[in-house]
């Protein structure tokens, strides 16, 4: 049940990448409804035969709680009247008659709810902007490793939905190091926020380009053969050329991209196939573009 009301991770799968699943989703709701209804029903009817003499309304806290999890503070204050409507019908029935201190109660309730509502959406709000964060990275903007494996295990399970292929560049910068060196560290952070900007502006919306660390980046190209990865790979490499020439620094890059026909178990074998191959690039001389098959159905795998 857990899941099915509270989930960060799905959230922020949503915020960043709209895995397709529109009709779990829509099913989702419908079930997440039907559960705030029995909710409110069960806790209504505890409350009524359990009488004036016992206070239940903490228990009216959940359906809330629940409403504003999934739509809102808007729909969790409108929750909060529904309940207190529901509260004060049930103690009419049990005992008929308004004073004005029953009157007082629900006002006061009616006030607690919406208080924790409003810091309910304030922690939710928290909450996702420390996930965000948590898959940043600070220098450049682009994510970071962490996000580029759950975004690619989210692509892995698509191919084996749809079948499709699969690419992943690595790139690593080429001696970087002299940069720090000659520009400082506020010279190198520069060539890699510049690296970032190239990436963001060269590759499709449905491309994912991360920092891996140090001088390490990786693209995640959806649906991409072997073909479209090499020239790709080939199209980076150039792009970056210019822009360090534009920089007046001494950087090329060593990219790796490697394109899985069937997906691995997990990502991180992904990334450690194209790792391997942008190692092989830097044994050979760097500044250059290595691409290989995993598990095409016309070759042996490489
Ligand atoms: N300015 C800056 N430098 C960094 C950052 N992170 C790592 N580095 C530096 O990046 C360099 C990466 O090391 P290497 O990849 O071995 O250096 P390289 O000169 O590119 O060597 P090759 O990859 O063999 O060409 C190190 O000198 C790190 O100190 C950062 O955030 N900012």
Redesign the pocket.
Known sequence: MKSLLFRPEAELGAMHWAPDGQDSGRWQRVLRAGLITLLIAGIAWLDFVSGPDVHLFVFYLMPILLVTNGLGQVAGILMSILCVACNVAIAWFVNPGFAVPDLVTAAARLLMSVLVVIAWGRLQTMGRALAELSLTDP?TGLQNRRACVLRGDVELARMRRSGECLSLMYI???????V?DSHG?KG??RV?RATAEGLREFLRRSDLAVRIG??EFAVILPATGRDGGRRLGEEVRSCLRLLYIKEGVAVTASVGVATFYTAPESFEEVLHFSDQLMYQI?RNG?DGVLQRDVGHPMTASA
């Open positions: 220098l690593d910068l080429d001696n970087f190091k002299s720090n560290h190198g952070d890699l140090g001088d830097k760097k």
